[in-house]
């Protein structure tokens, strides 16, 4: 038996399981190890408006393999890959963001593809995830688009996912931090008067991006979430939570990277650790 198996129970897994189930019927919503084995009524709200009973369980319970979506934070797919070794059945398509994933991936990571999401996620309650509008970008010809297309979720393909990746880092490296601290949504830091350190931040962050394509597609980015996006960065929703953020794969990048040439990043990068 073959089915959808999304690895990852947060606001992205969940609301990527419910849409899923409206085009395969069933759907295994995995989390971590421990996690109770029942069937659940999931629903989203928002852009994505639908709901749908899954079966949630733990990583290392799942009944059979299948066709793996990886929506994970970025410090946990270390942990999960062993797992997901053993229940993938194909190419393991991975949502999560940053870069440097591949170490994180080892020795599978030669069977991950990557896929972007430029859509908003927020848990309003243990069920349900609003949603924001946004698309997936998956790579022409990839298994992603295959995956994505039916479920209701828009696909934009690229012939570069690999650009569209750091396009994102960028966008993501800017803004999170500077929306993770402040409390703010991404559409009311420039009101906020947080312009000057947006643009310094800008300036360190593109030193380490790898073309000017990826450069011009991440600027892209920025301002649209800054002047469209009325979601809470997952960094923010992480910081509220008390939960670990993914600062080291993103701004903390950076700093790895350019060491003491990036003094904007270094600061955020410590004030975000310094919160939890």
Not at 262 to 271: D, E, G, T, Y
Request: glycine share 10%; with cysteine.
């Amino acid at each position: 038996m073959s089915f959808p198996i999304v690895v990852g129970d947060g606001a992205v897994g969940t609301a990527i399981a419910v849409a899923l189930s409206a085009v395969s019927g069933e759907v295994i919503l995995a989390g971590p190890p421990g996690t109770p084995g029942n069937r659940r009524v999931f629903s989203t709200e928002g852009e994505l408006c639908q709901s749908a009973e899954i079966f949630h369980t733990a990583i290392d319970r799942i009944p059979g393999r299948g066709q793996v979506i990886a929506a994970l934070k970025a410090f946990t797919i270390r942990d999960a890959a062993p797992h997901i070794r053993e229940i993938c059945d194909g190419r393991v398509i991975c949502l999560s963001n940053g870069m440097g994933l591949s170490e994180e991936w080892g020795d599978l990571a030669g069977e991950v593809e990557y896929a972007v999401l430029s859509m908003g996620f927020r848990k309003i309650d243990p069920t349900t995830v609003l949603t924001t509008d946004g698309v997936v970008y998956c790579e022409t010809c990839g298994e992603a688009t295959g995956v994505f297309k039916p479920s209701g979720i828009p696909v934009r393909e690229v012939t570069n996912i690999n650009e569209t990746r750091w396009a994102k880092w960028y966008a993501n490296s800017i803004i999170n931090p500077v929306a993770a601290l402040s409390g703010l949504e991404n559409d009311k830091l420039i009101e906020a008067g947080l312009r000057p350190l947006i643009e310094k931040l800008s300036l360190e962050v593109s030193e380490i991006m790898p073309s000017e394509e990826a450069l011009i597609q991440g600027r892209s980015v920025l301002e649209w979430l800054l002047e469209y996006s009325s979601n809470k960065c997952s960094m923010l929703q992480d910081i509220e939570k008390g939960l670990p953020t993914e600062i080291d794969f993103l701004t903390g990048l950076c700093e790895k990277r350019l060491r003491d040439k990036c003094p904007a990043a270094s600061i955020l990068v410590s004030l975000v650790k310094a919160r939890i």
